[in-house]
C-alpha cells in the first residue's frame, strides 16, 4: 500500500474511534508503521485543535477545516462532524481533490446527498461511508452464504439496534436531539445501520411502512438545568419492508431499550435455510440447513453455530482465533477503502450507497408522515 496522509476534520467520541483504527490498521497487516499517518485534525477552536493534535501526535491542527484541503500530506478527508455539516466539508474535500471517509449518515436528506455524490463523482475522488457492522466476519460470511444460494429464496427477515442511551429523561438536549443538525434520531443514528446491513445481506428495497415517535417530548436544555426544551427527532422508529426480491421484514431502532448497551440482532429466514447475527456474540453465525435430517431422535437439524471470530483475509496480528472487537471493524473498512485508493479498486459501503442509505430512510420519514407504505423508488 502507498504511503497515505488522513485529515480528520471533528474529533468527538467516534472520531477518536476512527483515530484508533488508523492506528492499529499497520500492526493488523504488517504494513510499515508511516504507509497510513493522521497528519492533521481540524476542530472547533484553535485550542481545541490543538489539544486533539497533542492526543493523536499529529504535527497539524487548524480551527478552520480548509487548511487541511490545502496541504499536500493529506490525501483523505475523515469526516466526523455532525450531520447537518457533512454536505459543506464533503463538497469541499471533492473539489480539493481529496479522498473522503464520511461518518453516517450521509447527509441531512436525499437532495444533499445527491449534491455529495455528484460533486464526488466530478472529481473523480475515491468515497466510503462508515458502515462498520458490515465488516463483522459473521456478517462477511453471511454475505458469502447468501451469494452462494445457502438461503434460496428469502421469505423475510427481522433486524433491530436497541440502545438505552436516552431513557433517562434529565438528559440534556445535544445536537442529536434537534433536527435541525441531526435530521432525525434513532432512525438516522441507529436505523442506518440495520438498513444498511440488511441492504448489504439482501439487495434493494421496494416499499416502506414506518411509525416514528417521540417518547420524551421535552429535555433540559443543558445538564443541570430547570428550563426545558422541545425534542424534535425520533426516539424509536419501527418499519415494515418489502425487499425488490419480495421479502418482507421488520427493521426496528430505538434509543429507549431499557437494560441494553447495544442490541443489534438479524435473522433471514429462506426456504433452504436461515441465519441468524448477534452482535453480543460476535465470535458466530447461527445458520439453519433444511437438509439436516430431523430423523432418529432429531438428527442433525437445528440451528449451528459457525465459528467466525477474527477471520480477516491477510491479516497477520492478532491471529484469526481471536474475537473481533467493535474498534477492529473500523480498521477493516478504513483497510479495504486505503487499499482501494492504493490500487485503484471499487470502494464499498461508497457515499452511493449511503445516498441509497437515506433515501430509504427519507421514504421511512415520508411514510411515517403519510400514515401509508411508500415505494423507495419514489423518493430516489
Not at 490525501?75 to 473522503?100: F, M, R
Not at 417521540?214 to 430547570?226: C, D, H, Q, Y
Request: hydrophobic letters at 40%; proline letters at 4%; one cysteine or more.
Amino acid at each position: 500500500m502507498k504511503k497515505l496522509g488522513i485529515g480528520m476534520i471533528g474529533y468527538g467520541a467516534i472520531a477518536r474511534v476512527h483515530a484508533m483504527a488508523y492506528r492499529t490498521i499497520p500492526m493488523h497487516y504488517g504494513l510499515p508503521a508511516d504507509t497510513i499517518t493522521i497528519a492533521g485534525v481540524a476542530g472547533r477552536s484553535a485550542e481545541a485543535a490543538q489539544k486533539s493534535a497533542l492526543e493523536l501526535g499529529c504535527p497539524f491542527w487548524t480551527a478552520d477545516y480548509h487548511d487541511l484541503l490545502a496541504r499536500s500530506d493529506i490525501d483523505v478527508i475523515d469526516c466526523s462532524l455532525p450531520n447537518h455539516l457533512h454536505e459543506e466539508v464533503v463538497l469541499a474535500a471533492a473539489k480539493a481533490g481529496k479522498h473522503i471517509y464520511c461518518e453516517k449518515p450521509l447527509a441531512m436528506d436525499v437532495t444533499q446527498g445527491r449534491r455529495m455524490v455528484d460533486a464526488a463523482n466530478q472529481a473523480g475522488v475515491k468515497t466510503q461511508m462508515n458502515f462498520n457492522f458490515r465488516f463483522y466476519p459473521a456478517v462477511m460470511r453471511a454475505r458469502q452464504l447468501i451469494d452462494d444460494g445457502f438461503l434460496g429464496r428469502v421469505f423475510s427477515f427481522r433486524g433491530c439496534f436497541y440502545r438505552a442511551s436516552y431513557i433517562n429523561p434529565n438528559k440534556p438536549l445535544s445536537w442529536r436531539l434537534k433536527k435541525e443538525s441531526a435530521g432525525s434520531g434513532a432512525l438516522f443514528d441507529l436505523g442506518s445501520h440495520i438498513i444498511d446491513l440488511v441492504y448489504y445481506l439482501l439487495g434493494d428495497f421496494n416499499s416502506v411502512l414506518a411509525t416514528l415517535d417521540t417518547l420524551i417530548k421535552e429535555r433540559p436544555v443543558s445538564a443541570g438545568s430547570t428550563q426545558k426544551g422541545r425534542v424534535d427527532v425520533d426516539d424509536i422508529a419501527l418499519m415494515q419492508v418489502r425487499m425488490a426480491n419480495d421479502a418482507l421484514g421488520t427493521i426496528e431502532a430505538s434509543r429507549m431499550g431499557t437494560g441494553v448497551v447495544n442490541d443489534v440482532r438479524l435473522e433471514i429466514f429462506g426456504e433452504k435455510g436461515a441465519l441468524r447475527f448477534n452482535l453480543d456474540d460476535p465470535n458466530w453465525l447461527e445458520v439453519f440447513d433444511v437438509n439436516d435430517k430431523s430423523e432418529p431422535l432429531g438428527g442433525l437439524s437445528g440451528f449451528k453455530r459457525i465459528q467466525t471470530v477474527g477471520h480477516y483475509a491477510g491479516q497477520k496480528a492478532p491471529d484469526w482465533s481471536m474475537p473481533p472487537g467493535f474498534v477492529r471493524t473500523f480498521a477493516e473498512g478504513q483497510y479495504q477503502f486505503l487499499k482501494a485508493i492504493s490500487e485503484n479498486l471499487q470502494t464499498s459501503p461508497s457515499l452511493a450507497e449511503g445516498l441509497y442509505i437515506q433515501s430509504v430512510m427519507e421514504a421511512a420519514l415520508t411514510s411515517s408522515t403519510r400514515k401509508s407504505w411508500v415505494n423507495v423508488t419514489d423518493i430516489d
